[in-house]
């Protein structure tokens, strides 16, 4: 299984949709979004949590390209925010290399 950055790199959104997360993810907060978004629980670490708004951001987009995103359009860009927070947030979790 390949690890979560990997996958966030191979991701390929329209350029508004990411620039929208970009300017968000400024405001974002780890423990106030979240659980908006994953459910309230236990608070998952960044790659699980990754992976799930990975898997929710995959169902908006399909209701996207089918024509069905006006309703989904905010809940679209909050996710894209928490992925893009969370991604910030792990990779600078990771130890940088010795040179």
């Known amino acids: 299984m390949q690890d979560a950055l ?3 790199h191979k991701l ?3 350029k508004m949709l990411m ?3 970009q300017i968000g993810v400024a405001e974002y907060k780890r423990v106030a ?3 908006r978004l994953l459910g309230y629980g ?5 790659s699980e949590a990754i992976l799930k708004l990975i898997e929710i951001e995959k169902n908006l987009k399909a209701l996207r390209k089918a024509g069905e995103s006006a309703d989904n359009l905010l809940r679209h860009i909050d996710v894209m925010i928490a992925i893009v927070g ?6 600078a979790s990771q130890p940088k290399p010795v040179s």
């Open 42 to 46: 236990r608070m998952p670490k960044q």
């Open 33 to 35: 979004h979240l659980p």
């Open 12 to 14: 390929r959104r329209p």
């Open 19 to 21: 620039r929208a997360a």
């Open 86 to 91: 969370e991604a910030r947030d792990l990779r």
């Open 6 to 8: 990997t996958i966030l």
